[in-house]
């Protein structure tokens, strides 16, 4: 058996959830990887960067929004393998946060609820994510 020695990518990503217990997912744009697909708001985390704070940042830079650690619970993480690495998906979900929604890379967003998230075309690491959000929320 052969081992391929691919890099390993941690990425933290949240289900942010609304009074109506729908969670807000953004669609890729089209000329970036994996372009046209839905997922869960979130990002890469950088070097030596904790999941949450790689929220935090992300949360600002893609939504204009602010949130905090305390309002970041763990739910659960799925992993993938992709041609060229390795993937770790942490999944957040928050309730709580300061701001307007506003989509500051051009990306579309939708709130669905969380029974109806298996309609959108998702990367295969949030494909797993769906029905623990389904009985979360």
């Known amino acids: 058996m052969q081992i391929i020695d691919r890099k390993i990518q941690l990425v933290a990503a949240v289900a942010l959830t609304d009074i109506d217990s729908r969670v807000l997912i953004t669609k890729r744009p089209d000329n970036k990887h994996m372009g046209g697909l839905w997922e869960f708001p979130g990002g890469k985390l950088e070097n030596k960067e904790k999941a949450e704070d790689a929220l935090i940042r992300e949360l ?3 939504l204009n929004i602010k949130t905090w650690k305390s309002c970041l619970a763990p739910l659960t993480f799925s992993t993938y393998d992709y041609q060229d690495f390795n993937l770790i998906l942490l999944l957040f979900v928050c309730r709580k946060w300061d701001g307007v929604i506003t989509p500051n890379e051009g990306q579309d967003i939708k ?9 959108y075309p998702m990367p295969e690491a ?3 994510l769906i029905s623990i959000l389904r009985d979360y929320i």
Do not use: A, G, H, Q
């Open 111 to 119: 709130w669905v609820y969380s029974r109806e998230l298996n309609k």
């Open 60 to 62: 600002y830079e893609e």
């Open 126 to 128: 949030d494909k797993p």
